[in-house]
């Protein structure tokens, strides 16, 4: 369903948003926002210094390559009496990178060796040779970016957290933030 919705927008700007459409970003100060959950000042420092890269890297993510559900996350689909999938919560409808809705399906944090982002590009690269005949050059490096994606969705929530703390579960966020030194390094390689 995300292929179909991928690949009939692809490199084709058909459709305009209007001014207050989602638009998925990684700013500075997102990045700051999230580093303020680490206590610790060497892992605040080192967090930092990681995403200060990473938020480079992830700027090919937010380029208009086609149209994104921007969210679809398990918890955004239904399945209909004849079995058809239904994507039902469009509010981050959007211009992106398809890495961004690869890696929002993916559960928690992915994988720390890269085996589920592997999987999950391989087969959304097998959609395109067998329904387009080739993958565009885009998604040659989808592995990586669907790494790189992930984090950037940690490090929104983390940042999002941070500006209304009432609105996100605190045992969510203190498990992300346990975890999220372990994987944040691998993402750039």
């Known amino acids: ?81 004849d079995g058809d999938l239904v994507l039902i919560d469009w509010e981050r409808f959007c211009y992106g990178h398809p890495a961004i809705d690869l890696a929002i399906t993916m559960p928690g944090l992915g994988s720390k060796d890269g085996t589920m982002e592997g999987q999950i590009a391989d087969l959304y690269r097998e959609c395109w040779e067998r329904n387009a005949g080739s993958v565009p050059p885009e998604l040659s490096d989808l592995e990586r970016l669907i790494r790189v994606a992930k984090l950037w969705s940690v490090v929104e929530f983390l940042a999002n957290a941070r500006r209304n703390p009432e609105s996100y579960p605190e045992q969510t966020v203190a498990c992300i933030v346990r975890e999220l030194l372990g994987y944040i390094g691998g993402a750039s390689t």
């Open 1 to 81: 369903m995300l292929f179909r919705l991928h690949s009939s927008t692809w490199r084709n700007r058909r459709l305009e948003l209007d001014e207050q459409a989602y638009k998925p970003v990684w700013d500075d100060e997102m990045a700051m926002q999230a580093c303020e959950w680490f206590e610790d000042e060497a892992e605040r420092s080192d967090m930092a210094n990681q995403m200060m890269k990473l938020q480079l890297d992830a700027q090919v993510l937010f380029e208009p390559t086609c149209c994104i559900s921007a969210d679809p996350n398990p918890t955004n689909w239904r399945i209909r009496d």
